[in-house]
């Protein structure tokens, strides 16, 4: 039967999905990210939902990524870095 065959590949299709995501499940926001943001945000006097506002995302994003449970998004990251004025991504800044 044609349907057989259909749920067969669903099957792999979602343990292919569980191993991407074990292997992802280390990309998350460091200790170091996380402590810049909230203290980037802290020296601007911002809230998380002000300064989610003022990147144009949900204040939900801005927790997840002082609570270390969201994955960097380099778009994200780099309008919190011009909002907060400091440097989040990548390691100190290289000289020209």
Known sequence: ???G???K?????????DNETEELSHERVSTDLKKAIIQGRSAKGLTQAQLAQQ???KP?????YET???IPNNQILSK????LGVKLRGG???KK
């Open 68 to 70: 270390g449970k969201a």
């Open 55 to 57: 990147i144009n995302e």
């Open 9 to 17: 590949s669903v099957q792999k299709n979602t343990a292919k999905l």
């Open 92 to 94: 100190p800044a290289k």
């Open 1 to 3: 039967s044609a349907g």
């Open 80 to 83: 919190m870095e011009r909002i």
């Open 60 to 64: 939900q994003i801005i927790q997840e």
């Open 5 to 7: 065959n259909q749920q």
